[in-house]
């Protein structure tokens, strides 16, 4: 069965594959918000990706953040990761607004999608072995959702390395690089490196906002 966006959506919604995220969640929601948040103000559940599946380029990162995409419910909104890719996007003509608040705040993507390897804000950022596994059927699913697909940008090693392993190929025959382009046998699409936007990256100079535009504005061209 052929899923549209919506349906994609909320079979991630709906997971329940990983104890240890969902009451890693559960316990954010109740004990572990930022101070001045509500209950309410809290998604905690899997975080559906965000974008068109007709897009001709595909986001990845590794996972939410606990009180970012953890928070919101829509990927890389509402940390300092997500200001500088929506910034980077609205420059390059991707969306249609450079300020990513809240999953109701009216931003629309313009041929882009963005996603998660791992669907679930996981403890200390690192999601387990199995947790990739288990979500490694979404990623694999909608990328063949993904009709018109061009290219898939791999934010960061680890998203990267995911990205290959849900594909079955060999680590050491596509290694991470930032601003690599790596052509995949059998596939119309190709996968694209960055180094992931983080602070630290920033604030290190081992990512300059620069440096991050160019491979944005690659996607849109």
């Avoid at 380029?57 to 009180?67: D, F, K, M, N, V």
């Avoid at 313009?110 to 490694?136: G, S, T, Y």
């Avoid at 998203?159 to 290694?175: E, I, P």
Wanted: glycine share 8%; hydrophobic share 35%; charged share 25%.
């Amino acid at each position: 069965m052929v899923l549209d966006s919506n349906e994609f959506d909320e079979l991630i919604v709906k997971c329940q594959k990983c104890p240890r995220l969902v009451e890693y969640a559960n316990e954010t929601k109740l004990n572990g918000r930022k101070s001045g948040f509500e209950i309410d103000d809290y998604w905690c559940k899997p975080v559906p990706s965000f974008g068109s599946l007709d897009a001709h380029a595909l986001i990845i990162g590794l996972a939410p953040g606990r009180h970012g995409a953890g928070r919101t419910g829509r990927p890389f909104t509402g940390d300092y990761a997500g200001e500088v890719l929506y910034r980077a996007l609205y420059e390059s003509g991707s969306s249609s607004s450079k300020d990513a608040i809240s999953i109701d705040d009216g931003l629309e993507l313009r041929d882009v999608r963005i996603a998660n390897a791992v669907r679930c804000a996981p403890p200390q950022n690192k999601p387990l072995i199995e947790e990739i596994r288990n979500c490694r059927p979404y990623l694999i699913q909608e990328i063949e959702l993904m009709k018109n697909l061009k290219f898939v940008l791999a934010l960061g090693s680890l998203a990267h390395r995911q990205l290959v392993s849900s594909l079955g190929l060999r680590q050491t025959d596509f290694k991470f690089g930032h601003k690599v382009i790596h052509t995949l046998s059998g596939k119309d699409w190709k996968l694209m490196n960055s180094y992931h936007p983080s602070r630290y990256n920033i604030n290190t100079k081992r990512l300059t906002y620069q440096m991050f535009l160019e491979v944005i504005q690659k996607l849109a061209h």
